[in-house]
């Protein structure tokens, strides 16, 4: 995203983007941003956009430039604080634990999962390990029958 600046002062804070052009298409960064940002859009600012890369170019046809930047100011909402707390303090407890301890948790509550539902479970958790080969682990680990049952081919569920 072509994000400049992101400002915070007292539960309102301020994103300052552009929008980009892609191979013809327009992409109104500011809509998508507004639609995932932890807060009430209260009020937006739009501005001149200067040095682009696009001012030095020339173009064919009845191209038109993107000359603005939007700041969209936003008020936090509490329930988004305390839900991105809790989504960094569950980081926080999964870079310290086994394959095995992070296998078990997605597979918690009685879940059947394939493989590939394991593996996608686990992408970020493998992120933050030094195994190129993870994918590997997670099968290695799925053999052991004192925690795992191979429910079908490559469908697991927690050992009873």
Known sequence: MNIHDAVERGGVYGILMGNMRRKGEYYNLSSL????????LIDEIIKVQ?????????????FVRIGHEKLAIFQKKQSALLIIG??????????GITWRA??????????????KEINAALEP?????????????????????RYFDRVEPGVYRLAA
């Open 86 to 95: 809790a989504m960094d303090r569950r980081a926080a407890a999964m870079t």
């Open 125 to 145: 958790y493998a992120q933050t390990r030094q195994n190129n080969h993870w994918e590997a682990k997670v099968r290695q680990v799925l053999q052991d029958e």
């Open 33 to 40: 941003v507004e639609r995932v940002a932890p807060g009430k």
């Open 102 to 115: 992070a296998v078990r948790r997605v597979l918690q509550g009685s879940k059947t999962l394939h493989l």
């Open 50 to 62: 200067h040095n682009c890369v696009s001012d030095t170019r020339s173009y064919k046809g009845g």
